[in-house]
């Protein structure tokens, strides 16, 4: 079925061309290829003082290929960067980031109001690592396929030119997530700080998919109270009616599979890797309403793995692997007292 799959998904290789485009935030998270991004700053610096609050300096220079004439330039951007994150902060070598873009005088209609936005680079030296930055990059695509409400990213094929050693230079995988600010503006909504919400104080069906796709993930870390690696925001319209979960941060999950991730002591499970539904209970009828969206989507999901040019065939086909699990388990009679009643939260 997978291999049927596979050969499906071949035309998608095209939408990835690497080829250097513009800065423009009209495609910025449209565009599949990757934005060739150079960062120029002392990166010595910045790791022995990632746990300071202040902005370092930074050159963001962007290379830009003429499609018509195959010439190649380059813009400069002054930027500024500062570590983001709590337990990347401490874990990695370099951890990532905001890329501040305030005064960059960067020409863009869609930039006013934005001051910065967050990059994930390569956490650490270890090939594995560049892998993690892959991974967790489709597990964004991947629920951007479920719901508009959710951050978009790009990747980014990154030079970081370290001035605090010699100008010392490394190529790496990255990319960039879209500033909240942005989707709120997409989505017509606003962003609500508040951290008193529960599961059953936001929309029922963005939050009833938003749980089954965390358990198809397998991800535990996250959570409405407090707000954990969720986005809340308040359609402007009152469409979809009450508060709006958005994911992010999935470093965390078995899907990507970092050496590093480990779950709950609360949860009672030994592995990321191991599936526990953190969603609210409801009749079977919405539990399985919620699979359905999810099955009719596990062509496109595959693809959107599968169809990457960028990630190793072992990774992948990992991935689609973990993937199978969850569809092989909720096409069961008894998935949903086994696996949803059994942990879900009252």
Request: aromatic share 12%; with cysteine; charged share 25%.
């Amino acid at each position: 079925m997978i291999s049927i799959i596979a050969i499906a998904c071949t035309g998608l290789f095209a939408q990835y061309e690497n080829v250097p485009g513009a800065f423009s935030v009209g495609d910025l998270f449209e565009k599949e290829g990757p934005l060739h991004l150079t960062l120029r700053f002392d990166v010595k610096t910045f790791q022995r003082t990632r746990e300071d609050e202040e902005y370092q300096p930074a050159e963001m220079i962007q290379t830009i290929v003429d499609p018509a004439s195959s010439d190649t330039s380059w813009i400069t951007y002054p930027v500024r960067v500062k570590t983001r994150g709590i337990f990347r902060r401490d874990h990695c070598w370099v951890p990532p980031f905001w890329l501040n873009i305030r005064y960059a005088g960067i020409e863009a209609e869609e930039l006013e109001g934005i001051r910065r936005m967050k990059m994930v680079v390569r956490c650490r030296n270890a090939v594995s690592y560049e892998d993690y930055v892959l991974r967790e990059y489709l597990v964004y695509k991947l629920y951007n396929l479920l719901t508009p409400y959710s951050f978009r990213v790009r990747l980014v094929r990154l030079t970081l030119v370290d001035t605090g050693r010699k100008n010392k230079e490394m190529e790496d995988w990255a990319f960039l997530i879209e500033p909240e600010e942005m989707m709120t503006r997409r989505l017509e909504a606003s962003s609500v700080k508040s951290d008193v919400l529960t599961t059953r104080t936001v929309n029922r069906d963005v939050m009833d998919l938003l749980a089954m796709f965390q358990y198809m993930i397998g991800n535990g870390d996250y959570s409405v109270a407090g707000r954990h690696n969720l986005k809340i925001l308040k359609s402007l319209d009152g469409s979809p009616v009450g508060y709006i979960p958005v994911p992010y941060d999935f470093d965390y999950t078995g899907l990507v599979n970092t050496d590093y991730a480990v779950p709950r002591e609360d949860l009672g499970i030994e592995s990321v890797r191991e599936h526990y539904f953190l969603g609210p209970c409801r009749g079977r009828v919405l539990h399985e309403q919620a699979i359905e969206k999810l099955q009719a989507l596990h062509d496109e999901m595959v693809c959107t793995i599968l169809g990457f040019p960028y990630l190793d065939e072992d990774e992948k086909m990992d991935m689609v692997s973990y993937l199978q699990e969850f569809y092989n388990q909720a096409g069961r009679p008894d998935f949903i007292e086994d696996h949803v009643f059994r942990t879900c939260r009252q």
